[in-house]
């Protein structure tokens, strides 16, 4: 069956990264774009960008410019999402999920139907 | 960036009952409005896309319907596994946003 499935709970110190992956199983990775969404304790969904796992293209949502690398091996079907310069309001849980597509051209709709368990990142001195 | 709002933040009902969430995009968006639930401890699951397409798996008590600027979510008859928190996101522009969520708890 089609499912993503997310590495493993980290816990980090101020400043410093954090790499978490996501590996794909039962359809074609280069078909669809992955997103990178974020949750904060009791907070809402926070979406954090996408890369498209064929060309390697890749988008972020402006607060995150320059602080985060998402990253791909088609080998493996794997994508990976790399924090950089962590603080405390980093701390969430990080989802990818998969950016499903129907329509036809010029009207594409995209909706994430496939999603990760999520992978805890805690930050704390 | 698009602010999508949604009301109520919260609301309370019983088994039965029909439940009707909304969600404003600040300028608008067409069609491009997706609903998502999410119980505690879970990932986010797709309920509607493009506004009132409804996901493969879900139960047809789940509708959604609108376009431009306001959105709705129904639910016709609340049966106790709906209790969860309900996000609309849209898909029109970048940064893709997401709506504060709305909880839906038992009475």
Not at chain 2, 48 to 51: G, P
């Given at each position: 069956q089609v499912q993503l499935v997310q590495s493993g709970a980290e816990v980090k110190k101020p400043g410093a990264s954090v790499k978490v992956s996501c590996k794909a199983s039962g359809y074609s990775f280069s078909s669809y774009d992955i997103n990178w969404v974020r949750q904060a304790t009791g907070q809402g969904l926070e979406w954090m960008g996408w890369m498209n796992p064929n060309s390697g293209n890749t988008g972020f949502a402006q607060k995150f410019q320059g602080r985060i690398t998402m990253t791909r091996n088609t080998s493996i079907s794997t994508a990976y999402i790399e924090v950089s310069s962590l603080r405390s309001e980093d701390t969430a849980v990080y989802y990818c999920a998969r950016d499903f597509w129907s329509g036809y051209s010029p009207y594409y709709y995209y909706y994430m139907d496939v999603w990760g368990k999520g992978t805890t990142v805690t930050v704390s001195s | 960036d698009i602010q999508m709002t949604q009301s109520p933040s919260s609301l309370c009902a019983s088994v039965g009952d029909r439940v009707i969430i909304t969600c404003r995009a600040s300028?608008?968006?067409?069609?491009?409005l997706n609903w998502y639930q999410q119980t505690p401890g879970k990932a986010p699951k797709l309920l509607?896309?493009?506004?009132s397409g409804l996901q493969s798996g879900v139960p047809s008590r789940f509708s959604g319907s609108g376009s431009g600027t306001d959105f709705t979510l129904t639910i016709s008859s609340l049966q106790p596994e709906d209790f969860a928190t309900y996000f609309c996101q849209q898909s029109?522009?970048?940064?893709?946003t997401f709506g504060q969520g709305t909880k839906v708890e038992i009475k």
């Open positions: - | 300028q608008s968006i067409s069609t491009y509607i896309y493009a506004a029109h522009s970048s940064p893709r």
